[in-house]
């Protein structure tokens, strides 16, 4: 069988489709290779290997059948994938990272969980998340910190660093992700694979565990830009269970976002924005970024300086608007309906002790900075002006893609940071997603993918990934696709992967 580090998601869809492998055989690969490395990386929650292999044998089932009829059955037919512990999976634990939701297990799976399945995925875990998605680094997950295959003494990104942890070490071909202020993009440049977050509407919500409603996304981790297409075209689309989704088509697979090997971007125009080139940054980060514009350049595209001049007010206004829908959105957790709950003499007691006991500090700073933003005397002062800057953050969006078809910029100013460095410092990690953060703003969709190393750390590749994103209009995930497709047609970065052992 193919050594299961060695290919990418596609290529395992060719061979299962093929029949030269097996739905079983590459899920028992999965699974050993996560019994393997997984105890370093701490990148799962949950685990379902019964499941899996009897999803696996289902699949392969499918897979003869369409092989002796002649159909051609999903792209995604026997893949193994894993999904981020915010998503619901039915009969599979969904703890958000928290201990308030500990031993919580849903009925039913979220709209992609469920695509994923009806295109015959094997779904394996449930990877590991900063409690509710509120953070940068998975450190503030209460079951534990994921580490980064490239050097287990530093983060893996967060919040959804469990997720990219296990395709950068190739635990699983792709995994499902939510990026709220950047938490698909920022771990998928520090583990060094590639990481879509669609348009707001684009993928459903629906079975999402709530941070910020008006910002969240389900999104994807995969090797490749032609991989992480395939996941994103079989979870986008409108779903009635979802009221803001947006219909509008979507393909059923990846075939129409990418070039052909080496194809040119030739009708490609790319705004290369000058506030995200700020002082501060590591040097080793912008050099690889400006390398990779110019390496699109080199392939056909023109290169564009813009200007979006409300970025600098992104951090402030992310920071008052997602901590305000997460103090509405997570005053469900009360201890009576989910979770376990702590002893108390009267009703609010129960509520008090549940989630004085359960909820992580971070959490807890999130739900206080958010209800006084709401709160009587200061709606209007800080929430509400947050949401007018937003609009102007939107607007410098529309107004740069009047101009150009996508936007290149760094994901993080740093490549993965030790583990402990921010702990004391909430400031400092939030600014680690200070170039991830207008995205979500807008809604506007972006994709993130590798382009070099720096030298902080002792490997034979050069240290730790770098990450670009390219960030694209409203529903133009295509643009973003292609132009990452191209870029990984003529570069190896997205195929290089940590040496083992780990440590």
């Not at 949950?46 to 292999?53: F, M, S, V, Y």
């Not at 697979?253 to 995200?276: D, I, W």
């Not at 999130?366 to 800080?382: E, K, V, W």
């Not at 902080?456 to 990450?467: H, K, N, R, S, V």
Request: hydrophobic share 40%; glycine share 10%.
């Amino acid at each position: 069988m193919p050594d299961l580090t060695t290919l990418s998601l596609t290529q395992y869809s060719h061979l299962l489709h093929s029949g030269e492998l097996s739905s079983r055989e590459l899920t028992e690969a999965c699974l050993a290779r996560i019994d393997a490395l997984d105890p370093d990386l701490q990148a799962f929650l949950h685990l379902d290997p019964e499941g899996a292999l009897a999803q696996a044998d289902a699949a392969d089932q499918t897979l003869i059948a369409a092989r002796k009829s002649g159909e051609t059955p999903h792209l995604l037919t026997g893949i193994p994938l894993a999904i981020k512990d915010v998503i619901s999976v039915a009969g599979l634990p969904c703890t958000s990272g928290s201990k308030i939701l500990e031993g919580f297990v849903p009925p039913f799976d979220a709209t992609a969980v469920a695509r994923l399945r009806a295109a015959g995925v094997i779904i394996v875990g449930k990877t590991n998340t900063d409690e509710f998605a509120m953070g940068s680094s998975t450190e503030n997950s209460a079951y534990g910190t994921s580490r980064n295959p490239w050097d287990t003494s530093r983060v893996p990104g967060g919040s959804s660093g469990g997720s990219a942890a296990a395709v950068a070490a190739r635990l699983v071909p792709g995994a499902l992700g939510s990026d709220t202020g950047g938490s698909i993009r920022q771990p998928a440049s520090f583990c060094g694979v590639t990481g879509i977050k669609p348009t707001y509407g684009r993928v459903s919500r629906y079975g999402l565990v709530a941070y910020g409603s008006s910002l969240d996304c389900v999104g994807a981790f995969a090797p490749s830009a032609a991989d992480a297409a395939l996941i994103f075209s079989t979870i986008a689309g409108h779903d009635p269970l979802d009221a803001t989704s947006v219909a509008l088509p979507i393909e059923n697979h990846a075939s129409r976002f990418t070039h052909q090997e080496g194809a040119p971007l030739s009708s490609l125009r790319v705004g290369v924005p000058k506030e995200y080139f700020i002082e501060g940054i590591q040097p080793a980060v912008e050099t690889a970024v400006r390398a990779a514009i110019a390496q699109l350049q080199a392939l056909g595209a023109e290169i564009h300086e813009i200007s979006l001049p409300h970025t600098e007010y992104a951090l402030p206004v992310y920071y008052l608007i997602a901590p305000a829908e997460a103090s509405a959105n997570l005053a469900r957790f009360d201890g009576v309906r989910y979770g376990p709950r702590e002893a108390g003499e009267t009703m609010w007691d129960v509520f008090f002790n549940t989630r004085g006991e359960r909820f992580g500090a971070e959490v807890k700073r999130r739900i206080m900075l958010g209800t006084y933003a709401l709160s009587a005397g200061y709606y209007d002062a800080y929430y509400g002006q947050a949401q007018k800057v937003r609009t102007l953050i939107k607007r410098d969006f529309e107004t740069a893609f009047g101009q150009v078809d996508v936007i290149a910029a760094p994901v993080a100013p740093t490549t993965a940071f030790k583990i402990g460095v921010h702990s004391n410092d909430p400031l400092a990690m939030y600014l680690e997603d200070v170039f991830t953060l207008p995205a979500n703003l807008a809604g506007v969709p972006g994709i993130s993918f590798p382009v070099g190393f720096d030298g902080d750390a002792q490997q034979e590749l050069g240290g730790l990934p770098i990450g670009m994103q390219l960030m694209g209009p409203h529903f133009r995930e295509d643009v973003l696709f292609r132009a990452a497709d191209a870029y990984q047609g003529v570069t190896d970065w997205h195929t290089r992967m940590p040496d083992e052992p780990l440590k």
